[in-house]
Nanobody, 120 residues
Framework: QVQLVESGGGLVQPGGSLRLSCAAS????????MGWYRQAPGKQRELVAT???????NYADSVLGRFTISRDNAKNTVDLQMDSLKSEDTAVYYC??????????????WGQGTQVTVSS
C-alpha cells in the first residue's frame, strides 16, 4: 500500500556533503510528520531531524547547523542535506513518515535504510 524509497547514501570524506532523499508512493491521503533517523553499529536508532506538515523543524543537537531537512508535499518527498560531515555521522539512515492512507488511520512507515560512510 505504501512504498518508501531512499536514495543518496554513499562514501564521503570528512567535511564533505551528501543529500539523502526519500519518496513515498501508494494510496496516500495525507503525510504528516516526516523525519530522518540513523543507526550506527552497536548503537540504538536515533532521531536526526523531523519536519511537520506545518513546517515545524526539529534537529538533533549533534547535527544542528550542519544538516537541513526539507519536504516537497506535491511530490511526497523528504530530503536531508548533510554538510560538514564527520566520521561520527557514519550510520544507516532511515526515513520515517507518518502517513494516512485513504479510509485508514495514520501510521508511521520506515524506509529501507541507506548507508552513509564518512571516512578519509
Amino acid at each position: 500500500q505504501v512504498q518508501l524509497v531512499e536514495s543518496g547514501g554513499g562514501l564521503v570524506q570528512p567535511g564533505g556533503s551528501l543529500r539523502l532523499s526519500c519518496a513515498a508512493s501508494g494510496t496516500i491521503s495525507s503525510i504528516y510528520t516526516m523525519g530522518w533517523y540513523r543507526q550506527a553499529p552497536g548503537k540504538q536508532r536515533e532521531l536526526v531531524a523531523t519536519i511537520t506538515n506545518g513546517g515545524t523543524i526539529n534537529y538533533a543537537d549533534s547535527v544542528l547547523g550542519r544538516f537541513t531537512i526539507s519536504r516537497d508535499n506535491a511530490k511526497n518527498t523528504v530530503d536531508l542535506q548533510m554538510d560538514s560531515l564527520k566520521s561520527e555521522d557514519t550510520a544507516v539512515y532511515y526515513c520515517n513518515l507518518e502517513i494516512r492512507l485513504w479510509l485508514s488511520s495514520p501510521r508511521k512507515y520506515w524506509g529501507q535504510g541507506t548507508q552513509v560512510t564518512v571516512s578519509s
